[in-house]
């Protein structure tokens, strides 16, 4: 059968402009402009005065439970607000009694069981009260009241800055006066009740400044060693940002969290904007996304910019208080922030307000402390698309993957913007009037995991009809300048019109290591490098009553050829499956071949590179990344290159090439005086002055090596 499809390339990738977004904290009380990033599918959510709060959405009810009617009673003076109910069990997930809190008295059906339930209120100075109920079995038609008087448990948290100093906003009296000036310019949290074993049961955004006398963030009765309450916190001053992740157990007396100011580690993140926005300085802008992680999944996440203070040094400046969980904890808990680029803006207007949008480089996601920080690649969506679970919809944030994830120690001097980019294409078929419609994502990838989120409007596609069942569609990217070099991604897809799987494959990662297992894009020896590439045939799955769906992956074979920059003289890198490494959701499988075949150089030599996928089916994706590596140079060769695995060698009394057939060689003299010349790979060199002399090899008259010799 032959399938036929209409193109509709995507009009944004920016994984915020496809997410569910919500504004946060009123902009009185707010500096900097911010969006959270919270999906429709996975959570209920309400805003009330100068929060924003979110609990799993409920699930569907089990077919043929025997069910009750649950009664909950809000109790409290005029002056608190009620917020919301929320009753929960493993069995049965959470049930939403109330999210608006303008019924006292409310009743929900659920099935029989034992269940934990909480009421929630907040005061007129913005200090939120949660009354718990733990452990409720309830066989029968019941009523239960939650008093906010039951919550009298302070629990504070409290920034101090790597100095010891107090990092807070400033504090107001009844009269909205001033009594204590803020010491930053902005401030904002994630916070999250968990219950162990089970998950986040109620989520906070927050933000802002506090009252005098009334300066305590949650008031709580007594919980069980069953929960624990952890925060996500950003403050700012100037364009510096801090950040912290605390976590709190013991609920039986008041507490006050203070970070420690020698667990900080300073991460300056140093970028490139892209060639099309270079110029534009009022487009660099600073700014962060973090978001809480349970269990690897994310849970909220949140974004924030200066609009007008761009950066003059192209930096964001980060202290980091954000430690590692342990891997083996059934209830892990992380926070990893992601350093923001302005690259691409716009104005837009909302009646007579101007205000102004950003398209960011946007880094990858960090965690760490003083002991070290660890880069996390788990893929550059935030809210579902690849890297989402099986028969899920929300992102899975950790562990990224093993191979392309890395540590300051495993990557130095990086900087997010400099490289060609790679295409990690996403594909979403839809089905309207028994006409399939083809939603083609190009998302672009740096060799650090970064995404280039503007790269995507400057992208010029074309279709041809290949033949009567073969269309071939190209996408081509030349925003990109490596080294002074005008580059671009030449991104080829092939698909099979007759096969009932006519989707290519796609490309997810690339990177190039040393011998170290260090990031690079350079090498001194050729033999020193391996390029690391992931990717796979990928299939589109939607879930049922959600916007998004969930990738699998098949196999797929690939090929892998380079040349110099803009050449056309190719040689092939052979690669090898390393099926351990084969990892979901985000990448599929892995490969890896050495650079050991390219030529040594005296001279800095960039090459392309080109990676084909083809799928059982036929489909293909090809994709040229020019410029992709380079040879740098450095290496003198003399003594060190005749020890080295170089193509170039001394038997006895002849200069000999190996891995080129028929090629022919000159030796020259280092003025470039032709001295002597070869066929067949050799040169006899027994009657020559001992010297350092250049050799140079050619195969179809075109020269592939330069290289020094000691003779």
Known sequence: MKHFFTLIAALSISVIASATIVDTIPIERVNHPSRNLLSVNNHTMGKNGDFIFCSPK???????????????NYESSAAFTPIGISVYNKENGMFH?????KTKTVTQVVPKGTYDMFASYMSSYSELYYVFKENVKIDADATFTLSQSEAKTGISFRTVDQDGNSMHMPVYNNSYQIVEEGTIDDYSSLSFFILKGFGNVAAIIGGGYKFKGHETDFYINHL???????????????????????????????????????????????????????????????????????????????????????????????????????????????????PLMGDYMKIETYGDYEYKTFNFIRGQQVMGDRDGLLFVNSGYEENGGYNAPENNVRSQLYPGHPKFSFTDKTASNVVYGA??????????????????????????????????????????????????????II???????????????????????????????????????????????????????????????????PVSDSYSGYYTCGSATIKVTCSPFGKNNTLAIPMEEIRDLYFM?????????????????????????????????????????SPAFCIDGTLAGIDEMQSLQSHVKLVGDMVVVKGFENATMQLLSVDGRLVSTGTDGEIYIGSLPRGVYVVKVFTSGIEQITSKILI
Not at 58 to 72: F, M, S
């Open 58 to 72: 409920p699930q569907p009810r089990q077919q043929g439970a025997e069910t009750v009617n649950l009664t909950i």
């Open 224 to 338: 069980s060693e069953r929960y624990k309450l952890c925060e996500a916190r950003m403050v700012s001053k100037g364009e510096v940002y801090w950040f912290n992740k605390y976590v709190l157990e013991d609920f039986t007396k008041d507490t006050i969290i203070t970070n420690n100011p020698a667990r900080y580690i300073a991460y300056n993140q140093k970028f490139e904007t892209t060639p099309e926005w270079k110029e534009k300085t009022e487009n660099h802008v600073p700014g962060y996304y973090f978001s809480g992680v349970y269990k690897g999944d994310a849970m909220i996440g949140q974004q924030s910019y200066i609009p007008d203070m761009p950066s003059s040094d192209l930096t964001t400046k980060f202290f980091l208080d954000l430690p590692k969980d342990d891997d083996n904890s059934e209830d892990m808990f992380n926070v990893l922030v992601k």
């Open 475 to 541: 996408i081509e990217n030349d925003n990109v300048n490596v080294d002074g070099l005008e580059g671009k991604n030449k991104t080829e897809l092939v698909m099979m019109q007759n096969e009932s799987d006519h989707i290519p494959p796609t490309m997810q990662m690339l990177q190039f290591k040393d011998k170290n297992g260090n990031i690079t894009d350079c090498f001194a020896n050729p033999a020193d490098g391996v390029v690391e590439i992931a990717g796979g045939d990928f299939s589109y799955n």
């Open 97 to 101: 009694v109330d999210y608006d809190g």
């Open 419 to 472: 490289s060609c980019p790679v295409n990690s294409l996403r594909i979403v078929p839809d089905i309207i009037n028994g006409k399939e419609y083809l939603n083609i994502i190009p998302s672009y990838i740096g060799r650090y995991g970064e995404l280039r989120d503007a790269d995507h409007m400057l992208v010029e596609q074309s279709e041809q009809q290949v033949s009567s069942d073969v269309y071939k």
């Open 585 to 625: 959701p985000g990448f599929g499988h892995f490969f890896r071949g050495s650079l050991e075949n390219i030529p040594a150089s005296m001279e800095k030599q960039w090459y392309d590179l080109t990676v084909t996928f083809t799928d059982p089916s036929g489909n293909n994706q090809t994709q040229t990344i």
